[in-house]
């Protein structure tokens, strides 16, 4: 079973900061497209962040130009720097490995909220 590890969330006050990681085998992280997705209470599963082709990474517009997404090949870890926290970001905070097979791995979650 294929288990992606998350850590880093926790509670905020708005305008601050939180940063991510995600851990997963090296066999899926060096053939996978790595992501991050959110889901707020009541709403669907939706993107934050993605890596694309040559290190590109695809951000979804609530998030542009205050969330980095960079990873470390070394460790197997892809990162989701979260900066200038809204109340709007209060979410669980998923990791994805995207295969080029369409298998889909989810992380558990990690619980992010920021208070106003």
């Known amino acids: 079973q294929v288990q992606l590890v998350e850590s880093g969330g926790g509670s905020v006050p708005a305008g601050g900061s939180l940063r991510l990681s995600c851990v997963a085998p090296?066999?899926?992280?060096?053939?996978?497209?790595m992501g991050w997705y959110r889901q707020g209470p009541g709403d669907q599963r939706d993107l934050v962040a993605r890596?694309?082709?040559?290190?590109?990474?695809e951000y979804g517009d609530s998030v542009k130009g205050r969330f980095i997404m960079s990873r470390d090949t070394r460790k197997n870890t892809v990162y989701l720097q979260m900066n200038s926290l809204k109340p709007d970001d209060t979410a669980i905070y998923y990791c994805?490995?995207?295969?080029?097979?369409?298998?889909?791995?989810w992380g558990q979650g990690t619980q992010v909220t920021v208070s106003s």
């Open positions: 890596f694309k082709y040559m290190d590109t990474v």
């Open positions: 994805n490995a995207r295969l080029p097979t369409s298998a889909n791995y």
């Open positions: 090296e066999m899926i992280f060096l053939g996978a497209q």
